[in-house]
Structures are given as C-alpha cells and as structure tokens.
Nanobody, 124 residues
Framework: QVQLVESGGGSVQAGGSLRLACAAS????????LAWFRQAPGKEREFVAA????????SYADSVKGRFPISRDNAKNTVYLQMNSLKPEDTAVYYC?????????????????WGQGTEVTVSS
C-alpha cells in the first residue's frame, strides 16, 4: 500500500494555470503506475491522465489532452499534473491514484490506493 497526499488545488480564472502535486510514501514509488482522476459536483469520478512507472508513457482523457501534461519525479516520490488553459468545466476535486503493474488503466476500480483529493475551482 502507498499513501498519497495531493496539494496545489485552488481557485483560478478561466485561461489560468495550476500545478497539482501528489506525494507518495510507504512503498517503492517507482513500482506504481500513477494517475489523476477528477470528480465534478453531481458527476461521477472520471479519468484525467496516467503515467507509467518510468514516466516514459502517458495517457490522457480527450478533454484534457494537450492542456494537462502529467509527469513524475521518482527521486522525490511525486507525481504532477500541470493544468493549463483551464476552463470552468475543469472545476472538480482532483484525486491521485496508484496501481501496481504496467498498464495505464483508465478505470478507477483498477487503482488500489487513493489520495483524499484537492479541490480546483475555475471561474469564468
């Protein structure tokens, strides 16, 4: 099991940027695929982005592709989500998730460990 703590959320105007970070502890960080999910008010949690154990492969939801690059620093046990050109529809609680293995899974049930979430609000 790995413990995950997100940070970096906040309020921003449309067109602005935020960088989310997720710090991990407890197990060997580089053994985990990491992902970001989000849950908007009244909606189901959805996949945002995932990154492979080495950082060499990434996967994105169509809604964020080209705007939200995901990266990781295995030396710092941290995964990042750089959110650019933010839109009001990006407003949500963003969660970091981890899974053992190699596949860049997009279904939340395939992830074993979750953070508590960090809230992002984008105003028009």
């Amino acid at each position: 099991q790995v413990q995950l703590v997100e940070s970096g959320g906040g309020s921003v105007q449309a067109g602005g940027s935020l960088r989310l970070a997720c710090a991990a502890s407890g197990r060997t960080f580089s053994n985990y695929v990491l992902a970001w999910f989000r849950q908007a008010p009244g909606k189901e949690r959805e996949f945002v982005a995932a990154i492979s154990r080495s950082g060499g492969r990434t996967s994105y939801a169509d809604s964020v592709k080209g705007r939200f690059p995901i990266s990781r620093d295995n030396a710092k046990n941290t995964v990042y989500l750089q959110m650019n050109s933010l839109k009001p529809e990006d407003t949500a609680v963003y969660y970091c998730a981890a899974r053992v293995g190699y596949a860049l899974a997009v279904r939340q049930l395939e992830y074993d460990d979750w953070g508590q979430g960090t809230e992002v609000t984008v105003s028009s």
